[in-house]
């Protein structure tokens, strides 16, 4: 079990286990236009579900989970939490949920797998939740310019090498870069992911930059700012 400051989760069914990036999202992800309904694409654990239910006011959060032991997990962990009635998964992969779109979504948010290289190991389960062909890209924004609505942003956590690459799908769909944050392990290691924040509506965005720690265990002030609201120790 995994103990955040207003709700846990458990983890052991899910091939993907909470890290770091998920919990960046979760609270790093912009809530300006005070959503109202929320969609998490590939919820796995439910983590971004949980951790957007505590940060906003969203009386809908729907998350969507292809894996039969994680959907299991997630909904378990939807009914532990205080937001309950807030939550709801549904099991079934994204070309599924976009065949029959009931609703739009004034945020939505994934931390896709990304592993894009041709390189796959003997458990199917974590390849699934790690690998790109199992989510594409270019899925993955055909579906948010899809169910965004007017107001919309799109939030995702990739691989830094693959930032120019997204940006420019987003932009042949019409979704346009509000906020970039390209995130560092250490002052001196090199950027390793890129937070990226979508809205339909032609901008400058703000770019900046995030360093996690400046030694194993120690830090920065931006990094616990931003997470102190979550993890039981900052």
Not at 68 to 85: I, L, R, T
Not at 133 to 148: Q, R, T, V, W
Not at 150 to 165: D, L
């Amino acid at each position: 079990m995994f103990s955040f400051k207003q709700f846990f989760v458990n983890q052991e069914r899910c091939a993907m286990k909470i890290g770091t990036d998920g919990v960046l999202l979760g609270a790093w992800t912009p809530l300006i236009n005070n959503p109202n309904a929320i969609l998490d694409i590939g919820a796995g654990t439910g983590i971004l579900s949980l951790m957007l239910a505590q940060r906003s006011n969203a009386a809908q959060i729907d998350a969507i989970e292809i894996d039969e032991d994680a959907y299991e997990q997630c909904v378990e962990n939807f009914e532990a939490s205080p937001w309950g009635d807030t939550l709801f998964c549904f099991h079934a992969g994204l070309d599924e949920f976009v065949d029959e779109p009931e609703d739009q979504y004034d945020l939505i948010i994934s931390n896709p797998p990304f592993y894009a290289e041709d390189f796959k190991t003997d458990d199917s389960q974590r390849d699934m939740a790690r690998f790109q062909d199992a989510l594409p890209f270019e899925e993955l924004i055909e579906a948010a310019a899809l169910l965004l609505s007017e107001n919309g942003i799109f939030s995702v956590i990739i691989p830094y090498k693959e930032e120019e690459r997204f940006v420019s799908m987003c932009k042949e769909l019409d979704l346009f870069p509000l906020k970039i944050t390209r995130v560092k392990g250490t002052p001196t290691s090199d950027i390793k992911r890129s937070l990226l924040a979508f809205t339909r509506v032609t901008q400058t965005p703000l770019i900046d930059e995030l360093v996690i720690e400046t030694a194993r265990h120690q830090y920065t002030s931006e990094y616990i700012e931003l997470t102190k609201d979550f993890y039981l120790k900052m």
